[in-house]
């Protein structure tokens, strides 16, 4: 393992045995192993919790609903970087189904598959079958167009779908919009939505009061992170003007296997741990792909990140803790959107 890597692991390490606050090793915000987000929707502001130990114990009280983020499944890989892909989406399932209260449903952020081969689905299809949560929503990653630009995709996850596979859905008064970007992928592999889906997204949008909370689903992240690996979208722009009229928005996304958050106006930003394999944080290798971290300290840095967003461009706390900490949490001051990040370890 390069220097570099090895330092950034020791460093997380560090960072989860001491109490305090790391933003630096949050803007970092690498995590070794797959996760999910339970999102909750409270007063129409979605609240992310995860599934860790000691997130259980007020979850679901007092919420309007809640619905669980999953992403980067990569079934069908096999690399040292974690040999056993299928099993990991089976702890996530596990975690989602020991929860103490049952989501209303699963979104799936892409890279359901890694060659997006006939044998690859059916297995993710008997992994999901277990969850008890049985409504599950997907978008596609750019692994899962990779053989047949995604027509295997579409003929198992696609009905009822526009195009490439955008469509949207009403949930007890929250608009939520899965968006396609990984069909035409631009030079260095930036994510494209292409016209005619933004001229859908615009009508989609038309006529909803901007007081409906909106929340916009997709693989690749709907804003730039690290060009350079193509970690962005480069379209995003034109999307998101037609959002900056409601008061709530949320976007979620993929593809970078580590959590990042970003908070712009009204609109918030969140990226998912993969449940395959881990990937550097941006910049400090040469380039994007699966990183291999020693066995023995994989459950070591295992953690929970939690991060309470506020309204109107105010502070934000952020709080790194490893799993086995049973304490509570920071919180943040006024009331705005708290988002709580952990491993599955």
């Not at 114990?57 to 096999?78: L, N, P, Y």
């Not at 409504?135 to 995709?153: A, T």
């Not at 958050?261 to 395959?276: I, Y």
Request: charged share 20%; hydrophobic share 35%.
């Amino acid at each position: 393992m390069p220097n570099k890597q090895q330092d950034f692991i020791d460093q997380q390490l560090q960072d989860l045995n001491n109490d305090g606050v790391d933003r630096r090793g949050f803007l970092k915000c690498m995590a070794w192993a797959g996760t999910g987000l339970v999102w909750t929707m409270r007063g129409g502001i979605p609240v992310s919790r995860a599934f860790a130990k000691n997130s259980g114990r007020d979850a679901g009280k007092g919420t309007d609903f809640t619905f669980v983020q999953i992403s980067d499944s990569h079934i069908g890989f096999s690399k040292p970087a974690n040999p056993d892909v299928t099993a990991t989406l089976q702890t996530a399932i596990n975690k989602i189904n020991s929860m103490p209260y049952k989501p209303d449903f699963i979104i799936h952020t892409g890279d359901l598959s890694q060659l997006s081969k006939p044998s690859e689905f059916d297995t993710l299809d008997q992994v999901l079958k277990g969850a008890a949560t049985k409504q599950i929503y997907f978008v596609p990653g750019e692994h899962d167009m990779l053989s047949d630009n995604g027509d295997e995709y579409l003929q198992r996850y696609g009905k009822g779908t526009k195009g490439n596979g955008w469509y949207s859905f009403d949930h007890k008064g929250v608009h939520f919009v899965g968006l396609v970007n990984v069909a035409n992928l631009k030079a260095g592999g930036m994510g494209s939505l292409g016209h005619e889906q933004l001229e859908w997204l615009e009508d989609d949008l038309k006529g909803r009061s901007a007081s409906t909370p909106i929340v916009l689903f997709a693989h690749i992240p709907l804003w730039t992170i690290y060009p350079d690996w193509g970690w962005g979208t480069d379209d995003s722009e034109q999307a998101l003007s037609y959002v900056k009229r409601f008061g709530s928005v949320t976007v979620l996304n993929g593809h970078i296997h580590q959590i990042m958050q970003k908070v712009e106006g009204k609109v918030s930003f969140h990226t998912a741990m993969s449940t395959a394999f881990p990937q550097p944080a941006p910049g400090t290798t040469p380039s994007a792909g699966p990183m291999k971290v020693p066995a023995d300290q994989l459950q070591r840095v295992l953690g929970i990140t939690d991060v309470n967003y506020v309204v109107s461009g105010r502070s934000l706390a952020i709080v790194d803790s490893p799993l086995g900490d049973s304490g509570s949490s920071a919180s943040a001051n006024g009331v705005g959107l708290g988002v709580v990040n952990s491993a599955l370890g």
